[in-house]
């Protein structure tokens, strides 16, 4: 059994019916699924559609019943506005008889108030007058035993008191509206009243007219009843789907329209959830939209219903429907799918059978010649391939297999080269690293390795680090003694990297030490030194450098610059700062004739002067951030006063390792700090005495 499985053909035959069988499963799970959603959403769009039509249908009936409210209030405030002129101008008159002298102003106020008190304005009793003072006090009320009462209490539907309210609105427009609750006559409850407020001036009353609501709201609640009892003979004809409903419910979680074939809904709990049905709806349903949840029945029927909010009467529509009832269809269609595709599996099955057995017996001829190449020697002549038998395979098979064949043909021969090519490329190799090493070794031989250290009380400190980017580099740095009270040191970058930058290096120190033994002028060492390696240079290379003699007696330093990065001076207290009077003319080797001037410096006892390359301030770490300028400068004034100048030259280097953290080194990095220390106490030179501290490069 094994056996056959290992078999090209058994695995392609395989292959074909796993192939056709994941298709066929993908396809009808594909299929079953974009169906069912399909349907799904057709009809999820339908029950969204008919709660917004039934909720559309509610607010146009609301509205006509807000319509109708504020007409019948509008009505009746236009007659307590009548009533209240009438009533106003009957109180005037009692006051145009105080006027008259025919009663006293007593009187035509006791009188005013007698006929407040028992005016009547209907024959229920609804509509009535009283008045209070500006201290809230009733002064004429349909109840005696109300006169001289406090009414402070009585609150508005804004939650303001009443009197409070009315009597500050009245001082100001002079009349006011206002709809609030009151105590009914002859009982302690209260009812909704509507009043029309004005203020007599004469004597501060305040007096209203007020008429009762209650007949209002009732005749609202009739119109909200009625409606209700039509949506319960019309909603019961609407259907989603084929059994889906509609139905209301309210705020208090009361069923006002109950939906079709399901009285109990307000009582129904949502059986994936646990929770009651009514609840779930209403806290998704908003005011905007329409929100669905999903939700089992009790016999473990799937559902979705569909809610939406009607603030104004506390009501949720919803539509629910059976989402399995819509997948039936999906099913019978996926089902005829699986017919069709197990006839399919079973045809291509038999065809895939036999071409996997004519597509493998040329490839075990291919096996046993692949075998074969595992004991051959590459390095000798390839044996006629005739004798293994696929000579003929790419005449014979114009197809992937024939050409596979020459493949196999041709990949031994090419082995064959290759592994010739590459023992003659090793050996090459070799040989070039061997050279390259030489190469470094002479190269760092011309560098000085071994730094003059100060005596214990007087003199100069120097020392420098230089790392290549590559096995040589074209960075550069030297310092040798003039004459006995002059110190000459230098600081220089190549352009480019390798073996031309390194030869280019060689040739540049040797000429600055030549012409600094010629005239002791930074600048003057430089032009001339920028002549000779413009006469002859073909491609164009160039170096920057930065020359400088250090007067030990003094400390005075006389620099000058070919457009190199500027020296940055370290003080005795470890404060630092570049200086920015560095560069006085171009890289050396572009051009010849070219003027350079020269800039001094004075050095206290402990100053520092630090020259450096861009390998430097340019180092890359892994997000191609520059180590900077700046970030040198903070360097040198973090570390305090009193290092060495070795101290601060494995600073800097050890703070670019750190800044590159990993990523490869882009340029040469070079270093070199000069400490001046003092004069010896005969003022004589400091002599440069070896000592053991080398410098790795």
Not at 327 to 355: D, E, H, N, T
Not at 414 to 440: C, F, G, K, P
Not at 514 to 532: F, H, K, Q, S
């Amino acid at each position: 059994m094994a056996a056959v499985l290992n078999s090209l053909k058994a695995k392609v035959f395989l292959l074909v019916i796993l192939l056709l069988g994941v298709i066929a499963a993908t396809v009808m799970v594909l299929s079953k699924h974009d169906v069912e959603r399909a349907m799904l959403d057709a009809e999820m769009e339908g029950a969204r559609n008919v709660v917004r039509l039934v909720k559309a249908d509610i607010t146009n009936r609301y509205r006509g019943l807000v319509a109708e409210k504020v007409r019948t209030i509008t009505a009746r405030k236009q007659h307590l506005k009548q009533t209240s002129g009438m009533v106003q101008a009957t109180l005037e008159r009692f006051a145009a008889l105080a006027d008259e002298g025919r009663l006293t102003e007593d009187e035509a106020r006791v009188a005013a108030l007698d006929w407040l008190t028992h005016a009547r304005l209907d024959e229920a009793g609804r509509q009535y007058l009283f008045a209070f003072d500006l201290q809230g006090r009733a002064l004429a009320y349909p109840e005696p035993e109300m006169i001289g009462q406090d009414l402070g209490g009585f609150t508005d539907y804004k939650g303001r008191g009443v009197v409070q309210t009315v009597r500050e609105e009245t001082e100001r427009y002079g009349s006011t509206f206002s709809t609030y609750r009151w105590k009914e006559i002859g009982r302690d409850e209260t009812v909704a009243k509507f009043g029309h407020f004005f203020l007599l001036r004469r004597w501060n009353w305040v007096v209203g007219t007020v008429n009762d609501v209650r007949d209002v709201e009732a005749d609202v609640r009739r119109r909200i009843d009625a409606f209700v009892a039509e949506l319960r003979v019309t909603m019961p004809a609407i259907h989603v789907a084929r059994t889906g409903t509609v139905f209301v419910f309210d705020g208090k979680g009361e069923v006002v329209v109950p939906p079709r074939g399901n009285p109990g809904i307000a009582g129904e709990r949502n059986a994936l959830s646990g929770g009651r049905l009514l609840d779930e709806l209403k806290a998704a349903a908003t005011e905007e939209g329409t929100t669905s949840v999903y939700h089992a029945s009790a016999g473990g029927e799937r559902m979705e219903s569909h809610a939406s909010y009607f603030k104004a009467l506390d009501w949720y529509v919803v539509a629910t429907t059976s989402t399995e009832e819509i997948a039936r269809p999906a099913q019978l269609l996926i089902a005829r799918q699986g017919a069709i595709f197990a006839v399919v599996l079973l045809v291509s099955a038999a065809l895939g059978y036999l071409y996997s057995a004519r597509l493998a017996r040329p490839l075990v001829q291919l096996t046993r010649y692949a075998n074969e190449l595992s004991g051959q020697d590459f390095s000798k002549p390839a044996p006629a391939p005739a004798g293994r038998g696929i000579a003929d395979l790419p005449e014979r098979r114009k197809d992937e297999v024939g050409r596979l064949a020459g493949a196999f043909v041709y990949m031994e021969r090419s082995l064959r080269d290759n592994v010739r090519w590459l023992m003659d490329a090793t050996a090459a190799r070799e040989r070039i690293e061997s050279e390259l090493t030489i190469a470094r070794d002479i190269q760092l031989g011309l560098l000085p390795k071994i730094f003059p250290e100060p005596p214990e009380s007087h003199g100069f400190e120097l020392y420098s680090a230089l790392r290549s980017a590559k096995e040589v580099g074209g960075d550069l740095y030297d310092f040798y003694l003039l004459d006995e009270h002059h110190l000459c040191f230098t600081v220089g970058d190549v352009s480019g990297k390798g073996v031309p930058a390194a030869l280019f290096m060689a040739i540049t120190k040797t000429l600055i030490k030549v012409m600094a033994d010629r005239t002791g002028e930074p600048a003057e060492i430089l032009a001339r030194v920028n002549d000779e390696l413009s006469l002859d240079n073909p491609n164009m290379m160039f170096v920057t450098l930065v020359v400088g003699i250090l007067d030990i007696r003094t400390g005075a330093v006389r620099y000058a610059s070919a457009g190199h990065n500027p020296p940055l001076l370290v003080g005795a207290d470890g404060k630092a700062r570049y200086l920015k009077a560095g560069t006085s003319g171009m890289a050396c080797g572009i051009m010849e004739g070219v003027p350079y001037g020269t800039a001094t410096v004075e050095l206290a006892p402990g100053d520092t002067l630090l020259l450096y390359t861009d390998g430097v301030t340019e180092a890359m770490d892994p997000d191609n951030e520059q180590y900077s300028d700046a970030k040198l400068l903070d360097l040198m004034n973090g570390g305090g006063p009193g290092r060495t100048a070795r101290t601060i030259v494995d600073a800097v280097v050890d703070s670019v390792a750190e800044h590159a953290n990993g990523a490869e080194q882009s340029d040469d990095i070079t270093v070199l700090a000069l400490r001046f220390c003092g004069v010896t106490p005969n003022g004589g030179p400091v002599p440069l005495v070896p000592t053991p501290l080398v410098k790795e490069i």
